[in-house]
């Protein structure tokens, strides 16, 4: 699902990359895309064409697996990064990286008077303001920055909604406050607080914050004698206007050997959490439980409501129940997660589940730059469909659990998707021992995994698609 334009040069950039990456042709070629995606009578969005041709180095960068704080010598060209990227042992970290060339448009999120102010008598901004900074020396109010605390009385008492705030995206929609502006104006991520939500990366209008990827090894990967083995997430099932048996088959056109389902493991994840809630929870009053399989909740809590760990689900992820059993048939093949967040990806890193992780906008690039239609593959559509892809949208962790529960006759369930400051707060007071209910479900996204912040298809739509897909009819 595309949100703005940023989003359109993300996914030209990776389409271009693949293009190279597969075709096996000169490293050079990737030093070229910047001047080909931005020519020199071509129009540009910053001061010159040079800018912006900086820009698209960097965001490259990123999607060769570097942060910019990585770079050492500016005239150091794309080849090299990607050299060095095939060198690599093992998987790299995947934290966010900010291109700070990008990144210098948001001033600081203040108050604002706009035209609309009707330089009325009564002046209930100025009245109203606790530090005295608003004057009309000019005739229409004026705040001064220096004074102003940003307590939003001033817009609260404006009768004609003349001042506005203007955030930082970024910082405003992240829920845990990890990230903010340094003392040049470019936005810092504290790593320390990161929960790995992806919503900063989602919010940027200017694409500035990058995910670092994993695309250079996963090509290397597919050129190898090794077996490769995609993990397939279920959110995948509501991507792509093709049956499931057609996703399968274009993932193997793009060199897999193996496709396998995590909604395999997500059959394990839900038993287990039914034995759990019946055994600890159910039929005693003082007990609660959360769900475990957002790997960005489990941040949450580690990072910011330590109280909440004893309410936390004991029981693995789908993709780590999944990943042991290939490990324990296929000791050397190697293993590729697709992923709909970057949240996936901090599991795959921390935790080793996987050898490598791929989202969903990279694999999309991959079959663009492959001319691969998943529509028009023609393979019969299989009438057996796995119920547990219900666990990538909101409310079905909850329906597969109740599946394995002997009784619900004592659950009393509710479910909080997205993090949103309403649902934050509730997580909080849960964290005290308050709460109405005795079983969490928790999504760090509104609607679940179908709506990631690295999807490509509207939620509403994917979850008629993925409930088509998790019923046998």
């Known amino acids: ?21 597969q075709d096996g042709g000169s490293r050079e070629l990737i030093d070229r895309i910047p001047l080909e995606m931005k020519p020199r009578n071509n129009s540009h969005i910053r001061c010159c064409v040079h800018k912006d041709r900086a820009v698209l180095k960097y965001k490259l960068m990123a999607c060769l697996g570097f942060s910019i704080e990585d770079e050492t010598d500016e005239l150091t060209p794309l080849s090299e990064y990607v050299k060095i990227a095939e ?17 210098l448009s948001c001033s600081p999120g203040n108050y604002v008077v706009t035209n609309m102010c009707q330089s009325c008598d009564g002046r209930p901004c100025q009245v109203n303001c606790p530090k005295d900074a608003i004057n009309f020396s000019t005739g229409r109010a004026q705040i001064d920055t220096d004074d102003c605390i940003n307590c939003g009385l001033c817009m609260n008492y404006c009768p004609f909604h003349a001042i506005i705030f203007t955030p930082v995206p970024c910082e405003a929609v992240c829920p845990v406050d990890a990230i903010s502006k340094d003392k040049n104006g470019i936005a810092n991520i504290n790593h320390d607080l990161c929960i790995f939500c992806g919503r900063c990366f ?18 290397q990967a597919l050129k190898s004698e090794e077996e490769i083995i995609a993990l397939v997430a279920p959110a995948l099932y509501g991507q792509f206007a093709a049956t499931p048996e057609q996703v399968h088959a274009a993932i193997l056109k793009l060199g897999f050997d193996k496709v396998v ?37 489990q941040e949450l809590v580690i990072k ?37 967040c970057m949240a996936k990806k901090h599991e795959v890193f921390s935790t080793q589940v996987a050898d490598y992780t791929l989202n969903f906008e990279e694999l999309g690039s991959m079959l663009a730059a ?90 509403s739509m994917a979850k ?6 998790s019923t046998n009819n």
């Open 464 to 469: 008629r698609q993925i409930l088509k897909y």
């Open 370 to 459: 492959s001319e691969i239609e998943m529509h028009s593959i023609n393979i019969a559509p299989k009438k057996d469909n796995l119920e547990a892809r219900v666990f990538s949208y909101s409310g079905g962790v909850t329906e597969m659990v109740k599946n394995y529960l002997i009784s619900e006759e004592n659950l009393n369930n509710t479910k909080l998707s997205g993090f949103s400051k309403e649902n934050i707060k509730e997580l909080k007071a849960l964290a005290l021992g308050k709460g109405d209910y005795n079983f969490y479900e928790i999504m760090a996204c509104e609607n679940g995994c179908i709506n990631g912040c690295n999807t490509i298809a509207k939620p």
């Open 261 to 297: 389902e995590v909604a395999e493991g997500a059959i394990i994840t839900a038993q287990k959490e039914a034995q759990e809630l019946e055994e600890e929870i159910l039929g005693n009053p003082d007990k609660k439980m959360t769900t475990s399989c957002c790997p960005s909740y």
């Open 1 to 21: 699902m595309i949100k703005n334009n940023a989003m359109f040069i993300r996914r030209e950039l990776l389409t271009r990359l693949c293009s190279q990456l």
């Open 202 to 219: 989602e919010a940027c209008p200017y694409g500035a914050v990058m995910e670092k990827s994993h695309i250079v090894n996963i090509y």
């Open 304 to 340: 910011h409501l330590p109280t909440l760990k004893d309410k936390l689900s004991t029981t693995k992820t789908p993709l780590y129940y999944t990943s042991e059993k290939l490990k324990q048939e296929n000791h050397e093949a190697k293993m590729v997660f697709i992923s709909p």
């Open 87 to 103: 060198e690599k042992q093992g998987i790299s970290d995947v934290r966010l990286t900010v291109v700070d060339e990008a990144c």
